[in-house]
């Protein structure tokens, strides 16, 4: 089982519509769920980052998180043609600081 | 606040070459992270540092890799020698503290090894 899972996609989406990605990880004692957004060809850039159970909201970006089900998802309300990326899932494992991320998601909003 | 720098941007070797890249943190920024980012796949820690010590380098292929971060400041990794299964994007990032907050990545440089 990996660390991080993710749906590799592509999810296409409508401009306009609710883009919806899910994570779930296998360490149980990770505290800290983090979502990294990467357009092609350029490095992850940090979007929303979520410690506690429930929601978190930033802008058109909501961070879910559900530690009992060892589930972190995000949802890109309105969604753009520019928020056309690869959305990385990472999670805090081995009881420290450092990343395990997912393989990430491909989104794709269309006109 | 200068973001994390990283050189070269891109580099291509031939197998059994050597190769270095080099970083340089946000200033203040204590941890230091070296990631591997294979096409397709997300990117995978090859070793951390917190000031001038490593704490994790269980993913570092030990045998022809190596890094180092002299002063707790920059940080230079190594390949030597190189393999065609290391091309791939070497990404810096670094974090300030213990709470993780959040890494903030450099742009990487993009190994072409033929």
């Known amino acids: 089982q990996k660390e991080v899972e993710q749906n590799s996609g592509p999810l296409s989406v409508p401009e306009g519509a609710i883009a919806s990605l899910n994570c779930t990880y296998s360490d149980r004692g990770s505290q800290s769920f983090f979502w990294y957004r990467q357009y092609s060809g350029k490095s992850p850039e940090l979007i929303m980052f979520?410690?506690?159970?429930g929601d978190k909201e930033d802008g058109r970006f909501t961070a879910q998180l559900n530690k009992a089900s060892q589930y972190v998802s995000l949802l890109i309300r309105d969604s753009q043609p520019s928020d056309s990326a690869t959305y990385l899932c990472a999670v805090t494992t081995g009881g420290g600081n450092k990343l395990t991320f997912g393989t990430g998601t491909q989104l794709k909003v269309e006109l | 606040e200068a973001g994390v720098a990283q050189s070269p941007r891109y580099k291509i070797i031939e197998k059994r070459q050597s190769v270095a890249f080099w970083c340089n943190p946000i200033?203040?920024?204590?941890?230091l992270y070296w990631y591997q980012q294979i096409l397709g796949q997300g990117p995978k820690l090859l070793i951390q540092f917190q000031n001038n010590g490593v704490v994790d380098d269980s993913q570092l292929p030990k045998d022809r890799f190596s890094a180092e971060r002299l002063k707790g400041v920059d940080s230079t990794l190594k390949i030597q020698p190189a393999k065609l299964e290391d091309s791939a994007v070497y990404l810096c990032a670094s974090s300030f503290g213990d709470r993780n907050y959040g890494y903030t990545f450099g742009s990487g440089t993009r190994l072409t090894v033929v």
């Open positions: 200033s203040g920024h204590a941890t």
């Open positions: 979520i410690y506690s159970n």
